[in-house]
């Protein structure tokens, strides 16, 4: 009977001791499950990461194309632009031409003549031609008329000279 009190006794204070090691062993399959639990999850998340990763580096190798391309398109926009001739006709400055009494002139030497004032030089005359004029400029006289073989011809189209390759003639 001793024995069964001292068993009975023993087994008490034991009892306690093996409810806390079952508290125990019961936290600890908790823990594990819960640790299983979250490294699910942390794969999920990883593999989430390396999938905006990587979209991140698609789209990142799509805006640098982009951005080349449209180095490209305006590298070639230049080149036409600069390639381009100004459609545009260039602006000159308005010249007063003074409307004078009809007078003779006669070149000083060889000298350009041109399609207007400023214009493009279209043909050239030897020293010594003959001309007349009822308009000038500052600077260009218009030849309204020259002499061929010793007749007069009226100028058909515009036709400039400048000022410093002719000297007026005296008429008598």
């Known amino acids: 009977m001793k024995f069964l009190l001292v068993l009975i006794f023993v087994l008490n204070l034991y009892a306690d001791e093996i409810q806390r090691i079952d508290s125990i062993v019961e936290d600890i399959t908790k823990l594990r499950m819960n640790y299983q639990k979250s490294q699910k999850e942390i794969n999920i998340y990883k593999n989430r990461v390396k999938t905006l990763e990587n979209e991140l580096k698609i789209a990142n190798n799509l805006l640098k194309a982009k951005e080349n391309n449209i180095v490209k398109i305006k590298v070639k926009e230049v080149k036409c632009l600069n390639n381009q001739e100004n459609v545009f006709p260039k602006l000159k400055m308005r010249t007063k031409i ?75």
Do not use: C
Not at 104 to 110: D, M, P, T
Not at 143 to 169: C, H, M, S
């Open 98 to 172: 003074i409307h004078t009494n009809a007078s003779a002139y006669r070149l000083n030497k060889n000298a350009p003549i041109y399609n207007d004032i400023n214009g493009m030089k279209i043909d050239e005359w030897e020293k010594g031609t003959s001309f007349t004029s009822n308009q000038k400029t500052d600077k260009f006289i218009k030849i309204t008329g020259y002499f061929k073989n010793r007749q007069w011809v009226k100028a058909e189209k515009p036709l400039w000279i400048d000022i410093n390759d002719a000297f007026k003639r005296d008429v008598k």
